[in-house]
């Protein structure tokens, strides 16, 4: 049972793996057109997930589509609408929100651009240090339970 008790408070300790498969959602304005991106907490792109886009004065449906394979996608939005809300729903349950005034000018374009690069490159830090203390964590748990062993053993 102590066992038991220690390995679940090893499991907790590590809370980040929860959201692996969290799922985000970047969106901007060009010259009428909202485009955009879905992306899982890793990084992955969210491939086929159906994409909504509401008129948040009149809580309207206006638009939809899908993303593609590399999560992406674009669609031409009516004039006049002055802010939008666009929801990306995912696999099982997944789901996303942005919302951004349709007015944006191409400068808003270029710093959203540049804002979600900055994203990227901090929040997807590469994979290989993640995965080195997944593996001395797992043989951690292996050493200790030779440990308890030999000391029951004896």
Partial sequence: MKTIKFLLFIIFLFP??????????FCYLEKGTLYGEGYFGRGDPVKN???EVYDIEN??????????DKGKFSLPLKRGVKEIKVVLSASMGH????????EGTEEDAESYSKELNKFKKTYFKP??????VG????AGIFYLLYLLRRRNAS
């Fill in 16 to 25: 980040h793996s929860a959201f692996a498969h969290s799922v985000g959602l």
């Fill in 95 to 102: 789901r996303a929100e942005y919302t951004l005034k349709a």
């Fill in 59 to 68: 809580n309207n449906l206006i638009a939809e589509t899908l993303t593609d």
């Fill in 49 to 51: 997930a159906k994409i």
């Fill in 135 to 138: 593996i001395s964590c797992i």
């Fill in 127 to 132: 994979r290989l240090p993640s995965i080195m």
